[in-house]
């Protein structure tokens, strides 16, 4: 089982990123998906999740109002549209599948993780 992350760059403060996430190996329709990233010497945090049916999503402080998750079914896909980036942004940027249907803001909660992608935000 394999989800592979894309989209990650150097960017200027105040543009946009989109990344995506692929999953092999096995279908991931039934459960929900997360985000997290990791900064330079910090503990991996939540950045947003959605759940198995694309009905209900949840976002940490950081990222409302400016991060949308949304995935297809069709292609086995999970995004992450990231707006208005700052330097705060700036980390390495995992998605992951998670044990349950729902969208969990536990890291405890999700069982499959991709290899990560690294965001640069320059000011």
Known sequence: VQLQASGGGLVQAGRSLRFSCTTSGRRFSNNG????????????????AIDWKGASTTYSDAAKGRFTVSRTYSENTVYLQMN????EDTAVYYCA?????????????YAYWGQGTQVTVSS
Do not use: Y
Not at 84 to 87: I, K, R
Not at 99 to 108: L, V
């Open 33 to 48: 998906m997360g985000w997290f990233r990791q900064a330079p010497g910090k503990e991996r945090e939540f950045v947003a």
């Open 97 to 109: 599948a998670a044990r349950s249907s729902a969208a969990s803001t536990e890291r405890s909660a």
């Open 84 to 87: 208005n980036l700052g330097p």
